[in-house]
Every structure is written in structure tokens, then in C-alpha cells.
């Protein structure tokens, strides 16, 4: 099994700063096999990012996806309220499995 | 416009089963497959397994394996997920989710709550 480790546990940041969330995969993933989710409280997870770096439909361009191998980033380049919420990694390159998780806090 | 309903669960005893349904509208079922994802209150997300809606196969998370049955009737597009044995560890939203690799649609939770 894969794990996904995310980084850091809570981002408290203020509207328009720049987020950097981080997944380190302890074996290596496929590029195309790493997908972002945001949920927020009370709702089913969003897919943001799928392919590591492609954004889903609809999803504002300020949501931007990178890495490869072991290291993944999510960045969301210009934080708005509504960003608010918990952003999960997983992957698919063996089985299936989540990150913990980064809560992230607009003050 | 594409949907996943699930049904109502509640409390349950301790050693008891739940069932789950996720009735799939607006697109084609047998398409793509139904995975279903849990999670605890105040935690993450935790993948439970998939099934083809096509032909009925099966892949488990090995730490279920024995007490889960994913099932599909195509009839009614409909998948069910049965869940036995019931302990306080499985007191979680339950999610069914379009796809087996990456999941677009959800559906909106089902709380089971396990108590005596």
C-alpha cells in the first residue's frame, strides 16, 4: 500500500497569500495516477487536480498541481474565503489510498 | 445532470450489518464503476473498495476483507454496499463515488453511527 503523507496538518493563511500544500508518496507514483480533492464541512469531497497537474472542470485557474515521483504540491496561488476547507491527495498507482489531509484556515 | 442518492442508515448495535444503497442518474451505469470511501468523525477519508458495474468484480481494502460486499443491480442502477460484524471503529460517513480510480461525483453521505 501507498502511504500519503500531507504537509503541513493546518494552513493559516490570509486572503490573496499564496498556499502550498504538500503529499510525499512513499513509493513512487505515476504522474498521471495522483488526484487533489477539497472538502469542505458537511459536503462530499470536490476533485480538483487529476493527473497531478490537470485541473477539472470548472476549477478556478488560481488551483495549480505539480510534481512527480514521491513529491506533489498542490498551490493555490491567490487564496479567496471560499477556499476554506480540508485538501486531500490520493492516488491510484497501487490500489488506492488518501492523504490525512491539510485543513486550511482563511483568517 | 449526473447524481449518486444514497439511502439512510442510523444507529446501529454492535454486530450488526448495515446495507447502503447509491442509486446512480444522468449517465450511462455500466460505464464506469461505484467505489466506496468512509470517514470517521474528525478524519480523513479512507478508500473501502470498488466494484465494475459492468461485470461485478470486486476489489476490497484488505482491512474489510470478510466483512464487506459491494453489489450492483443494473436494473435499477443501483450499487449497495453491506457492511457486518459492526464496531464503534465503524461509525463513519459512508460515501459512494463515481469511478475506480479517480472519483467525480459523489454521493451525499450516509451516517452510521454504531452504539448499544
Given at each position: 500500500e501507498i502511504v500519503l503523507t500531507q504537509s503541513p496538518g493546518t494552513l493559516s493563511l490570509s486572503p490573496g497569500e499564496r498556499a502550498t500544500l504538500s503529499?510525499?508518496?512513499?513509493?513512487?507514483?505515476?504522474?498521471?495516477?495522483?488526484?487533489?480533492?477539497?472538502?469542505?464541512?458537511?459536503?462530499?469531497?470536490r476533485v480538483l487536480i487529476y493527473g497531478a497537474s490537470s485541473r477539472a472542470t470548472g476549477v478556478p485557474d488560481r488551483f495549480s498541481?505539480?510534481?512527480?515521483?514521491?513529491?506533489?504540491?498542490?498551490?493555490?496561488?491567490?487564496?479567496?474565503?471560499?477556499?476554506s476547507g480540508v485538501y486531500y491527495c490520493q492516488q491510484y498507482s497501487r490500489s488506492v489510498s488518501f492523504g490525512g489531509g491539510t485543513k486550511v484556515e482563511i483568517k | 445532470q449526473v447524481q449518486l442518492m444514497q439511502s439512510e442508515a442510523g444507529v446501529k448495535k454492535p454486530g450488526a450489518s448495515v446495507n447502503i444503497s447509491c442509486k446512480a442518474s444522468g449517465y450511462i451505469?455500466?460505464?464506469?464503476?461505484?467505489?466506496?470511501?468512509?470517514?470517521?468523525?474528525?478524519?480523513?477519508?479512507?478508500?473501502?473498495?470498488?466494484?465494475?458495474?459492468?461485470?461485478?468484480?470486486?476489489?476490497?481494502?484488505?482491512?474489510?476483507?470478510?466483512?464487506?460486499?459491494?453489489?450492483?443491480?443494473?436494473?435499477?442502477?443501483?450499487?449497495?454496499?453491506?457492511?457486518r460484524m459492526l464496531t464503534s471503529d465503524d461509525t463513519a460517513m459512508y460515501y459512494c463515488a463515481r469511478g475506480v480510480s479517480q472519483f467525480d461525483y459523489w454521493g451525499q453521505g450516509t451516517v452510521v453511527t454504531v452504539s448499544s
Open positions: 503529499c510525499r508518496a512513499s513509493q513512487s507514483v505515476s504522474n498521471t495516477y495522483l488526484v487533489w480533492y477539497q472538502q469542505k464541512p458537511g459536503q462530499a469531497p498541481g505539480s510534481g512527480s515521483g514521491t513529491d506533489f504540491t498542490l498551490t493555490i496561488s491567490r487564496l479567496e474565503p471560499e477556499d | 451505469f455500466t460505464d464506469f464503476g461505484v467505489t466506496w470511501v468512509r470517514q470517521a468523525p474528525g478524519q480523513g477519508l479512507e478508500w473501502m473498495g470498488w466494484i465494475s458495474t459492468y461485470n461485478g468484480n470486486t476489489n476490497y481494502a484488505q482491512k474489510l476483507h470478510g466483512r464487506v460486499t459491494m453489489t450492483t443491480d443494473t436494473s435499477t442502477n443501483t450499487a449497495y454496499m453491506e457492511l
